[in-house]
């Protein structure tokens, strides 16, 4: 099965028939304000506290820039409003939109509210990000979206990724937010941008025990049944494993493909959030590695040295 977006002629005509929607889009206001909560509660006597609270500020970093430099409207994307070829494709494709260089300005003006939180060894991250030329920038931001890592230089994808998750989050909200599921293939990428999703989200209220993927660079979500795995869509050779003692947090493994996702639970915890919780979980992913288990998310504040 596969997700579909909408065009705005065929919203009214299939409205009807949705119980659980494919697809949810964040608020994003909203999403950076829980984020940096979340992030600094869980900080509370971590052994990784300083870490937590400095992606707390990149959260409220992000949310200041929605607020006050929020991007104009993509003509592109007014466009394809109405045009059901071009959304059934993941309009906003990581590998096919071309950046609007809005993302660089996003990213200069992110580092100087960082600044103030930062030591000496992120303030020369920062100063090198600032140095550095609009061609080095975009080309580092190709290998970070296409390869999820940058070797020898992950200091600088953390905030490279909050530029572009930031710039992503926002053309998101510009395209039409109705779907529909159908056949098809690739359901562990998100069907808006194709990226990899940070964690897996267990809903409470109408979406009762419903799991949605959550995406790590446009923040959207996509539903996907809880029978099968989320890597491979494979069911019957899967384990749930925790070390947390309200069981709101466990790592969903798969012994088809060898790959876990963790998966959070609103009904053990209303305020579990996909990335702050994932990163706060380190010790479990150290858990699953030992087993052979491989990751099969991407978290934004949270980038493989190779």
Not at 172 to 180: G, N, R, S
Not at 228 to 239: A, D, P, T
Request: hydrophobic share 40%.
């Amino acid at each position: 099965m596969s997700i579909r977006i909408l065009a705005e002629s065929e919203i009214k005509q299939a409205a009807a028939g949705f119980f659980a929607p494919p697809l949810l889009f964040a608020n994003p206001k909203n999403l950076y304000q829980r984020r940096a909560a979340r992030l600094r509660k869980l900080s509370e006597n971590h052994p990784l506290q300083n870490y937590l609270r400095f992606c707390a500020n990149i959260a409220d970093a992000q949310l200041a820039l929605l607020q006050n430099a929020p991007i104009a409207a993509d003509d592109r994307l007014s466009a394809v409003k109405d045009n059901a070829d071009l959304l059934s494709r993941q309009p906003l494709h990581w590998k096919n939109w071309q950046r609007d260089p809005i993302w660089i300005d996003l990213l200069q003006q992110l580092l100087q509210q960082i600044k103030p939180h930062a030591n000496d060894t992120i303030l020369a991250t920062i100063e090198w990000l600032e140095k550095a030329s609009n061609n080095e920038l975009n080309d580092l931001a190709d290998q970070l979206l296409r390869d999820n890592c940058l070797p020898n230089q992950s200091d600088k994808a953390i905030f490279l990724w909050a530029a572009l998750s930031l710039y992503w989050t926002q053309l998101v909200q510009q395209i039409p937010h109705h779907a529909k599921t159908e056949l098809g293939e690739n359901r562990q990428f998100c069907p808006v941008c194709s990226s990899a999703p940070v964690a897996s989200m267990i809903h409470i209220g109408e979406a009762q025990g419903t799991r949605y993927l959550h995406c790590s660079l446009c923040e959207s979500e996509w539903h996907m049944v809880r029978v099968k795995c989320s890597n491979c869509e494979q069911g019957g050779k899967l384990n749930y494993w925790t070390l947390d003692s309200d069981n709101a947090v466990k790592s969903e493994s798969c012994d088809d493909c060898h790959s876990y996702l963790k998966a959070l639970y609103q009904d053990k915890n209303p305020d579990v959030e996909a990335v702050a919780d994932d990163l706060a979980s380190l010790f479990l992913d150290d858990e699953m590695e030992k087993m052979g288990y491989a990751k099969s998310a991407v978290n934004p504040f949270l980038f493989p040295p190779e």
